[in-house]
């Protein structure tokens, strides 16, 4: 069975960091692809930032600039650095998974973690 845990989110005041991280346990055989998601209040979940398997990575313009994301292959767990927070970027943190093929093939969330940024 495979399972995405979340921490780091927190209660941060605008311009600080706060880091992510998203530990993945069990057999992830056949990963393509890690990422985060953010969900504001009212809003839909959207893309914040993503790695793939060989490593490149991409972030959403509205993120472009502060946040980073990293992994850590021995550890099985993928990061977002979070720099220069702003306001609007208060959300709920979803940590995301697919594995493209292997025995548990599918896509993978984590239980989410709060983040929000005081003005």
């Known amino acids: 069975q495979v399972q995405l845990v979340e921490s780091g989110g927190g209660l941060v005041q605008a311009g600080g960091t706060l880091r992510l991280s998203c530990a993945a346990s069990?057999?992830?055989?056949?990963?393509?692809?890690m990422g985060w998601y953010r969900q504001a209040p009212g809003k839909q979940r959207e893309l914040a930032a993503t790695?793939?398997?060989?490593?490149?990575?991409s972030v959403s313009d509205s993120v472009k600039g502060r946040f980073t994301i990293s992994r850590d292959s021995a550890k099985n767990t993928v990061y977002l650095q979070m720099n220069n927070l702003k306001p609007e970027d208060t959300a709920v943190y979803y940590c995301?998974?697919?594995?493209?093929?292997?025995?548990?093939?599918?896509?993978?969330w984590g239980q989410g973690t709060q983040v929000t940024v005081a003005s």
């Open positions: 995301n998974m697919y594995l493209a093929w292997g025995p548990n093939k599918g896509d993978y």
């Open positions: 069990g057999n992830i055989f056949g990963m393509n692809r």
């Open positions: 790695i793939i398997s060989g490593g490149s990575t």
